[in-house]
Nanobody, 130 residues
Framework: QVQLVESGGGLVQAGGSLRLSCAASGRTDSTYSTYTMGWFRQAPGKEREFVAGMRGIDGTTYYVDSVLGRFTIVRDNAKNTVYLQMNSLKDEDTAVYYC????????????????????WGQGTQVTVSS
């Protein structure tokens, strides 16, 4: 089992930046560095949506169009931690952000589907004020 804990959320003004962290513990042997990672978010009254992902096999990254150019997913294997750097934040980025991990090195065309990920964190709230 892998446990994921997100941190770094908070209140920020529109145009500002935040960096979310997702620290893993438990079964984080050498294979964890090849897990596919994802960040999802859920805004009030909306379904959870994919935000960003990183393919385990080669580090290829994926982003939803609404955050492209503003958000960056980064991985530090030495710390078993994945980050989501969020810049130029907008009101519509307000949501609870979740980190997810899956042992698959490549989820193929399904990297954005939450039911493909085995492990989830508890979420961290991001609130953007205008």
């Amino acid at each position: 089992q892998v446990q994921l804990v997100e941190s770094g959320g908070g209140l920020v003004q529109a145009g500002g930046s935040l960096r979310l962290s997702c620290a893993a513990s438990g079964r984080t042997d050498s294979t964890y560095s090849t897990y596919t990672m994802g960040w999802f978010r859920q805004a009030p009254g909306k379904e959870r949506e994919f935000v960003a992902g990183m393919r385990g096999i080669d580090g290829t990254t994926y982003y939803v169009d609404s955050v492209l150019g503003r958000f960056t997913i980064v991985r530090d294997n030495a710390k078993n931690t994945v980050y989501l750097q969020m810049n130029s934040l907008k009101d519509e980025d307000t949501a609870v952000y979740y980190c997810a991990a899956d042992p698959a090195r490549d989820l193929g065309a399904y990297y954005s589907q939450e039911n493909r990920y085995d492990y989830w964190g508890q979420g961290t709230q991001v609130t953007v004020s205008s």
